[in-house]
């Protein structure tokens, strides 16, 4: 579950045109065209958008955690376990990615 809109509980949706945050009590949809700051926190993202005085805050990106085993080639001689967190960093790259396209 990821936190915004004043502790709104909810999911936080990317689609290559729009950032929509789905929640209990209330929903936003916002134009990625319309972002004209994201600054990546550890635990989601702070972003300001045209046509907005307010600063928005979505956290709790943290609770998507994945678990990898890299298994190595023949040639290869490891064998590591990899624990990942998505951050703010990571949703601030795949929204500057998709204003590329």
């Given at each position: 579950?990821?936190?915004?809109?004043?502790?709104?509980?909810?999911?936080?949706?990317?689609?290559?045109?729009?950032?929509?945050?789905?929640?209990?009590?209330?929903?936003?949809?916002?134009?990625?065209?319309?972002?004209?700051?994201?600054?990546?926190?550890?635990?989601?993202?702070?972003?300001?958008?045209?046509?907005?005085q307010?600063?928005?805050?979505?956290?709790?990106?943290?609770?998507?955690?994945?678990?990898?085993?890299?298994i190595?080639?023949?040639?290869e001689?490891?064998?590591?376990?990899?624990?990942?967190?998505l951050?703010?960093?990571?949703?601030?790259?795949?929204?500057?990615?998709?204003l590329?396209?």
């Amino acid at each position: 579950m990821l936190y915004g809109l004043f502790l709104n509980k909810g999911n936080l949706i990317l689609t290559n045109k729009r950032l929509i945050f789905s929640g209990k009590t209330n929903s936003k949809e916002i134009l990625l065209s319309k972002i004209n700051t994201i600054i990546p926190l550890d635990h989601g993202i702070q972003l300001n958008r045209s046509g907005k005085q307010k600063t928005e805050y979505y956290v709790g990106t943290d609770v998507l955690e994945i678990e990898m085993t890299l298994i190595p080639t023949k040639e290869e001689n490891y064998n590591d376990k990899i624990k990942w967190k998505l951050t703010g960093f990571e949703i601030k790259k795949m929204i500057q990615m998709l204003l590329r396209e």
